[in-house]
């Protein structure tokens, strides 16, 4: 029987011995080495070990609850699996571009192909754990982006401030480099100034869901007025792995909607799962714009795993007044290899890894609403 992940480690102190045994972390962070001017303690596995002794030193750390102790701990010791792949020399100097972006990947697919395997970890858990990683540098690097308030209650809303400042403060206190002082100033004024904006300790509060929207779409407005709602009618896009749940979560819930399937036109073309994408979706598009103009609901059912192909679908319909909501279906690995045994049109299994590896987690301010459907029920990515 699997054990609860969270419980393991903290059963096990969240010591880092756990980390190392449970996860072969030293075996694949150990060969990855770091700019010495940032990084002077060496290799990225020892400054991962050096992030997760500084938090738990923090007097902040014994008045977390259990459950954030191992997301907090988790996220730590994963903050940087991403410079793995993106490490590399140029002019002399080591960088490593994009390598949160990239961690929360590899952390999605460890824990969806591998971990889920030998632990219960729930889609909320694991979710959190990604996006903290994903914004780890946030707390000590966010006034060099703009806009600060939009990149700020964007983070927010995927997760919990008071532990993406402890992350942040770890990761800083991990180092050994002359500009430590600098962060942690950064670090302590990142707090300060989300307490300002008030989203701190729980998520920004919207006067709607349509401002709430062009609040992230960069209009300049402030997130307590109320924007006139111009949407006029509903458009469902779905989200999700081959063989994750789609089209039985149409049946069942979306029975009487018009559907745009890029399969179907596949099919009725003749033609494999792989080929003709690009003619596929402009056929898609097509079809999607003659309900656009009669102001239509439909649902588009294709898997959207990239951010920026939703993205542009977004902005298609939301051109034309529709109000999006995005559903992000999700069934355990070894259910869709058996659902695919089955499957009459099957996908190969490298095809779906690669997928895997690819996908681009719906953020919740991609569009008016998103909904996370796994396991069997309907998530939030935080509290």
Not at 36 to 43: D, I, L, S
Not at 127 to 156: M, Q, T, Y
Not at 357 to 378: H, I, Q, R, W
Request: hydrophobic fraction near 35%; charged fraction near 30%; glycine fraction near 6%.
């Amino acid at each position: 029987m699997k054990q609860r992940l969270l419980d393991v480690l903290a059963q096990n102190q969240y010591e880092i011995e756990i980390f190392e045994e449970k996860f072969k972390l030293a075996e694949m962070m150990e060969k990855t080495q770091q700019d010495p001017v940032y990084h002077r303690e060496g290799n990225v596995w020892n400054h991962t070990k050096r992030v997760l002794e500084e938090i738990k030193k923090l007097p902040e750390w014994n008045a977390l609850e259990e459950e954030e102790k191992g997301i907090l701990s988790m996220a730590a010791c994963f903050h940087d699996i991403g410079k793995i792949r993106c490490t590399k020399e140029e002019f002399g100097r080591i960088i490593s571009p994009k390598h949160a972006v990239t961690g929360a990947k590899m952390f999605r697919e460890l824990c969806y192909r591998e971990y889920a395997s030998r632990f219960e970890i729930s889609f909320q858990e694991r979710e959190e754990i990604a996006w903290l990683i994903r914004f780890h540098g946030l707390p000590s690097l966010f006034l060099e982006k703009e806009p600060v308030d939009v990149n700020l209650l964007r983070a927010r809303e995927c997760v919990r401030f008071p532990l993406l400042y402890l992350l942040g403060k770890g990761d800083v206190l991990g180092r050994i480099c002359e500009d430590s002082g600098q962060k942690l100033s950064t670090v302590e004024y990142f707090k300060e100034y989300c307490r300002e904006l008030d989203c701190y300790g729980k998520k920004p509060v919207f006067a709607n869901e349509y401002t709430r929207l062009r609040f992230y779409q960069g209009a300049r407005v402030w997130q307590k007025s109320s924007l006139f709602d111009e949407t006029e009618f509903p458009v469902y896009l779905m989200s999700g792995l081959p063989l994750a749940g789609k089209d039985t979560f149409i049946r069942e819930y979306l029975k009487d909607v018009p559907v745009i399937s890029l399969d179907d036109i596949r099919e009725e073309w003749g033609i494999g799962p792989q080929d003709g994408s690009g003619a596929v979706a402009a056929e898609a598009r097509e079809r999607a714009k003659v309900y656009l103009r009669k102001k239509q609901p439909f649902v588009w059912n294709a898997t959207n795993i990239i951010s920026d192909t939703r993205r542009k679908l977004c902005s298609l319909c939301e051109g034309y007044g529709a109000r999006v909501t995005v559903f992000y279906i999700e069934a355990p690995y070894e259910q869709l290899l058996q659902r695919n045994q089955i499957r009459k049109r099957s996908v190969p299994v490298p095809v779906i890894d690669r997928m895997i590896g690819k996908m681009d987690m719906v953020e919740p301010t991609e569009c008016c609403c998103v909904k996370y459907l796994a396991d069997g029920a309907v998530w939030e990515l935080q509290r």
